[in-house]
């Protein structure tokens, strides 16, 4: 590789860096403060940069909140991408989204109460612009989840139903397990809802 090459993946990855830094301290603060109490000011001296090349990054307090929500997805994706090919479908998709989504794991949140966050983002998402921005993360994530399905599976991602199917499951299970993780008066460990949530779905939904 070039040396121009070597500086544009630095570049990259500064920037990468830069954007999920922004996407935590929004999410840390309005978790702590709500979101009409934190500025994008507050964001931005929270990473140590200008409110400026917070604009850059993110057009509102909102977008920058639901990145998270859309980098986890895309991590889960390429994860589904690294997993073995003879690997059963539902069982790569399960051991990708357990290793991308441990968010009791998050070196971001190992200090916080569990109880306590939960609450603080039972808060935030019920905000209406926050709402917004994550159904355009979510449609986004799925997008591209369906297109590493009919790479996987040799279907087309246009004329086959199946990877766009394949994808809004597992879309519709994270979010269903988040919604119980966060409304539950004792929150099971996370990894087991979702082990639990996508054999569920794998089997075909049976009746209980």
Not at 112 to 132: F, H, I, K, N, Y
Not at 134 to 145: C, G, I, M, Y
Not at 156 to 183: E, F, K, N, Q
Request: hydrophobic share 45%; charged share 25%; proline share 4%.
């Amino acid at each position: 590789m070039s040396i121009e090459g070597v500086g544009e993946g630095l570049r990259e990855r500064k920037k990468r860096a830069t954007r999920i830094a922004l996407s935590w301290a929004a999410i840390r603060l309005c978790a702590e403060r709500g979101l009409d109490n934190v500025r994008v000011e507050d964001i931005a001296a929270e990473v140590g940069v200008s409110p400026r090349t917070f604009n850059n990054y993110f057009s509102s307090k909102g977008e920058a909140i639901a990145f998270r929500h859309l980098e986890r997805a895309r991590q889960i994706t390429e994860e589904l991408r690294a997993r073995p090919a003879s690997e059963p479908l539902w069982e790569a998709i399960t051991h990708a989204v357990l290793t991308r989504f441990g968010l009791g794991q998050e070196a971001h949140m190992e200090d916080t109460d569990v109880q306590q966050w939960a609450s603080a983002l039972r808060l935030m998402l019920a905000e209406p612009a926050l709402q917004g921005e994550t159904l355009k993360a979510d449609a986004q994530a799925e997008a591209e989840l369906a297109a590493a399905v009919a790479e996987r599976t040799g279907t087309d991602l246009i004329g086959d139903l199946y990877p766009r199917l394949v994808a809004a499951s597992v879309g519709a299970a994270l979010r269903t397990v988040m919604g119980h993780w966060m409304h539950a008066r004792s929150p099971a460990p996370i990894t087991d809802l979702l082990i639990d949530a996508l054999r569920q779905v794998s089997a075909g939904l049976p009746v209980p």
